[in-house]
Every structure is written in C-alpha cells, then in structure tokens.
C-alpha cells in the first residue's frame, strides 16, 4: 500500500467505528493496519483478545533485548461513543475545518495512532536503528484500560523496550504519571416481599442507607489526605471516591430485594486497590453491616439473578486501572521535556495504559497531541498544525 500523510491516515483509522463501550470490533481496523505496515523490516502480533477486539504489536529495527534499549510508542484505538445529538457531521467521517480535523478519536487518540504508525513505516524505509522502535495499538482502554492489561499477560517475560511514549492528548505536555481507577460493585441484599405485607420482608434500599452514609465519611476523610505524589496534582491532590450510580426496585408494590451501587475510587500513585479494598470494607463495616469483599478483579458485576442472602453485603472489584507516575529525575523524562519544549504537564487525573505496562518494565511518559477538554465531545478534533508539529518532535525523540 501506498504511503500515506498523517492526515490522509487519520481519515482511514477515524472511519474505522471501534466503541468499546457497544464492544464495536477492533479486527477490521488491525487488518488495515497490517496492510499498511507489511513490509520488510516490519515485524508484527496481533493478540486476540476475543469479541473481536485485539492489541497490535509492530517493531522495526533490532530485535529488543534484556537491558530494555529502545523506543515504545503506545496508543489505543478505541473511542467512546458518539452519540450525541450536537455533531454537526458523521463523528466518522474525518472533515477538515480550517486548522481543525473533526471526528470521533481524532484527538482521542487516532492522532498520535497515526502519527506513530506513520513514523515507525518511515524509520522501517530509512533503515540503521541502533536499538529498536515498536509501536503498541490497544484495545478496550476507554472502558479501564483492558487491552493493556490483557497484552501484559499477553507479552510474559520477553524483552521489551522500557522508554515509552503513550500518546495521550496532553497539548504536547510532558506528562509525569496520573491517578488510577478502581471500579467497584457494591450489592446489599434484602428480603422481597408484597409491600402490603411488609413484615414478611427487608428492605434492601434501606439496608443501603448505613453504606452510603459510611461511604460519605470515607469520601469526606480522603479529602484530606495527602502522598508524596499530591503535588502532581494542583486541582485534587488528593483520592476520589464517587458514588456514580444506584439501582435497585422492580415495581412500587414490591419490597426490593437488592440494591447495587456502582463506585469509583481515583487513586494516587503509590496507592493501591489491594490496600483499598480492606479500608473501603472497614469502613462499612463500622456502619454495622457484614461484609464480603469478593477476591480478584475484573469480575462481571453481578446481574441481579444470582442469589443474595437479605443480609450480605458483597464488594466486587469489576476494573482496576493502576495509578502511575515516572520517577521525576529520569532521564528519559528530561529528554521528552527538552524536546517538548521544556513543558512539564505534571499529572492528570484520568488513567492511562501507562499503569498498566509497569509490569513489562516500561517507564512512560505520557505525552501527545491534542486537547483533553475536546475530547469524548461532539465534533471533537485536533489541530492540524499542532500534528505536524508533534510529529517533527517525535521524529527528533526517534532519532
């Protein structure tokens, strides 16, 4: 296949449609890319992580070794949906408005996508590499960051590049790490019965009400909280716990028999899910409710079919994107700060598949092109100007 410019490949991967959240196939968009890059020099993986969905490796250059030498470019390929009514356009139909290229994922983040592609396609055609240059495409990262967790496991204990670039939207800041995200189920049992009989049962919204209280508390104590990390973070130095959504009834005249909340917690660097999940337990607990925290993560939340004792308390942990930070005197930071233009972009508060990656040895930074506050909103996009900038500088980092 023939080359093409950053902006020519942007159209091809945003006509691409790869909502995770409607678990929309990421195969097809794989396959494109695969022609684009099958070339000689170029090695390639996909790794099937089912319903379609896959993480694709590319690398040019030597192969990696132990001592982690090299360059990683990572990205995801998934968008969240575009469903609201104020596009002005098809969300998957790249246009250009004056400096703006507008569609879903063109700032999140098929911009850096292509631009990475683009550049590893060119260091393949140009040859001499001293040390290897991969690019990693992930599935599933907008709904926790799944595909970088899969391909983790996925990858074991081969050698790999330990300098990472994941190119998230940050205005070409260069970014030092950024909280995690802990999804939590929390399903308190009751006992159904006809409310005109309401003897014969227990109310589980009412059995909800201690917990919610004790999750207050927690929330309003955790504000005050401080780590080595909070300076990174001027706005919320500090962990997020948020109740994001209650259900529970099936009719007014029946007495629930359950109630599920579905909760948040944002993490700093340094802080953990396996250190959470006693406190967030304890802390109901000392509302007077017995509790069951259900081991591991990414667990299904529940349905509602299984069966609840009118007196459990039961914690799932569903998702668990782990918080990051980069230690601030690496030197591969201070190279990416320097030909950034000397910006620090300190930390942000949503997750990245840098958390993720840890295991593998790589050290990130998060840096790429783009405005967060466009994204995830009708007619998002991103500058051109600011792409072909970008790709002059990571150009330089290549080289």
Same mark, same amino acid.
């Not at 509602?304 to 799932?316: S, V, Y």
């Not at 005197?329 to 840890?358: H, K, Q």
């Given at each position: ?5 950053? /902006?020519? $490949? ?26 684009? !890059? ?11 992580? %089912? ?21 990683? /470019? ?45 550049? $590893? ?11 290897? !240059?991969?690019?990693? $495409? ?91 990390? +909070? ?9 997020? *716990? ?25 993490? $700093? ?20 409710? +017995? ?22 308390? /039961? ?35 949503? %997750? ?11 050290? +990130? ?28 500088? /990571?150009?330089? *980092?290549?080289?």
């Amino acid at each position: 296949m023939n080359s093409l410019t950053d /902006l020519e $490949l942007l159209a091809r991967l945003v006509a691409f449609d790869t909502t995770s959240a409607t678990k929309r196939p990421t195969r097809p968009l794989g396959d494109f890319v695969c022609d684009y !890059l099958g070339r000689s020099g170029i090695r390639m993986e996909r790794f099937d992580c %089912g319903d379609g969905q896959e993480n694709l490796w590319f690398e040019t250059g030597p192969e990696p070794t132990g001592d982690g030498a090299g360059l990683l /470019l990572c990205g995801h390929v998934d968008v969240v949906p575009a469903t609201e009514p104020e596009w002005t356009g098809d969300p998957f139909t790249l246009r250009i408005e004056g400096d703006r290229a507008i569609g879903r994922g063109a700032c999140d983040m098929k911009a850096f996508d292509a631009i990475a592609i683009n550049v $590893l396609r060119a260091a393949a055609e140009a040859g001499g590499l001293e040390t290897p !240059l991969a690019v990693l $495409l992930t599935c599933n990262e907008e709904i926790g960051t799944i595909g970088a967790g899969r391909f983790a496991e996925q990858w074991g204990d081969r050698p790999i590049p330990h300098r990472t670039i994941v190119g998230e939207p940050t205005s070409e800041q260069a970014v030092q790490g950024h909280k995690g995200h802990l999804s939590l189920s929390i399903e308190v049992g009751g006992r159904g019965c006809h409310t005109g009989f309401p003897d014969r049962g227990v109310n589980a919204i009412e059995r909800t009400i201690p917990v919610l209280q004790a999750l207050r508390d927690l929330r309003a104590s955790m504000v005050e909280e401080r780590a080595s990390s +909070s300076d990174l973070f001027d706005a919320t130095p500090f962990p997020v *716990l948020t109740v994001a959504a209650v259900d529970a009834g099936s009719a007014i005249n029946v007495m629930p028999d359950r109630c599920a909340l579905r909760v948040g917690a944002r993490l $700093l660097p340094g802080q953990s899910a396996a250190a959470f999940l006693p406190r967030l337990a304890a802390a109901i607990e000392a509302a007077g409710i +017995s509790v069951e925290v259900r081991e591991g993560l990414e667990h299904p939340i529940p349905t509602g079919d299984e069966p609840l004792p009118h007196d459990a308390c /039961l914690i799932t942990a569903t998702n668990d994107t782990p918080a990051y930070a980069i230690d601030p005197a690496s030197p591969f930071l201070e190279e990416v700060r320097t030909i950034s233009g000397d910006v620090d972009g300190r930390g942000v508060n949503y %997750g990245t598949d840098a958390g993720r990656l840890v295991r593998l040895g790589c050290r +990130s930074v998060i840096w790429g092109p783009g405005d967060i506050s466009v994204a995830h909103r009708p007619d998002e996009w991103i500058s051109v100007e600011e792409m072909t900038r970008y790709r002059d500088r /990571l150009e330089r *980092l290549v080289r």
